[in-house]
């Protein structure tokens, strides 16, 4: 089953952050998208694509990366609200653990894990 670990932010600089913490912690490039609020989805290693159904491609994607359909749904409306969202793919309880942490450090309002199954507020 696919796993992964999605996160809500605000702002690019955040988004950054985040992604650059990923890869120092070792996540490659292939397994990091970043959907912005503008419609532009982009894999880390550098695949891009301006989706003009970003709705439904964000939420397959999501659906394929293990999350649940209310869940992707959710996420979906964020991003159509203005949040960016960095997923990661992971493939261990610890990568889970790390991911998540990664993304709090760098500012994420919200996380999710699929094994999870909720969102949860960052205070």
């Given amino acids: 089953m696919a796993r992964s670990v999605s996160g809500l932010f605000v702002d690019g600089g955040q988004v950054d952050s985040a992604v650059g913490a990923l890869r120092n912690d070792g ?3 292939a397994r990091i998208s970043v959907v912005s609020p503008d ?3 982009e894999n880390v290693a550098g695949n891009q694509a301006e ?3 970003i709705g439904a491609w964000l939420v397959d994607h999501l659906l394929r990366l293990g999350h649940p359909h209310d869940m992707a749904r959710r996420m979906h409306d964020e ?3 203005g949040r960016w969202l960095v997923t990661v793919a992971i493939q261990t309880d610890v990568e889970d653990g790390s ?3 990664l993304l709090v450090r760098a500012g994420a309002e919200q996380i999710s894990s699929v094994t999870g199954g909720t ?3 960052v205070k």
């Fill in 39 to 41: 419609g532009l989805a």
């Fill in 27 to 29: 996540f490659e490039a």
């Fill in 51 to 53: 989706c003009h159904g």
């Fill in 99 to 101: 991911a998540r942490n």
């Fill in 79 to 81: 991003v159509a609200g």
């Fill in 119 to 121: 969102m949860i507020q």
